[in-house]
């Protein structure tokens, strides 16, 4: 009966359910990239580009809330991986040192040679680089179910007094002006 009430009010006031909306996204996204940190053990600012609060309009009452998962957090961001901490990583059956490198274009991370790499030599005779490749973090496993629960919760718990605060601000607002 409250949700029927709050669609009817929100048709009513659509710029006021689009900040509602907004505020709940945003709100939302903070507490799963907080969550999902706590879950992973790495602190939350390396999570602010991969968990995003996609904002609405009046026009399209639409928020939502994304967690990026398909790059993953490079292990060279990571506060305390150091060529000593990161270790010497397994590929296949030899081991791979890992090591910071700085590239032409001036990022700086962790990398480890690919398995199995070798010099090669071009046609002008001169030796190739050997090929690398930067380990990174996968967030896929964990982040869905924190995002469902924070979502939910969020939309149950805080949308509708939201909501409800930035009505009865309108209506106050509009009681002042016909004065």
């Known amino acids: ?26 709100r ?9 940190a706590k879950s992973i053990g790495l602190p939350a600012k390396l999570l602010k580009t991969k968990v995003k609060a996609f904002k609405t309009n009046p026009q399209r009452l639409k928020a939502s809330v994304w967690i990026g998962t398909r790059s993953g957090i490079p292990l ?4 305390g991986a150091s060529v000593s901490l990161s270790g010497v990583l397994k590929a296949g059956r030899t081991r791979t040192q890992a090591f910071r490198a700085t590239m032409p274009n001036g990022y700086t991370s962790l990398f480890v040679r690919k398995p199995g790499s070798k010099h090669r030599t071009r046609s002008d005779g001169q030796r190739t680089q050997l090929p690398i490749e930067e380990p990174r973090i996968r967030l896929d496993y964990k982040g869905r179910p924190i995002l469902d629960k924070e979502t939910r919760k969020q939309m149950t718990e805080f949308y509708p007094k939201e909501l409800q605060r930035l009505i009865k601000r309108t209506i106050d607002r509009r009681a002042k002006r016909s004065r």
């Open 1 to 26: 009966r409250v949700v029927r009430q709050l669609n009817k009010l929100a048709k009513d006031f659509p710029q006021d359910a689009a900040r509602a909306l907004n505020k709940t996204a945003t």
């Open 28 to 36: 939302a996204g903070s507490r799963v990239r907080r969550q999902l």
């Open 76 to 79: 060279g961001k990571v506060p």
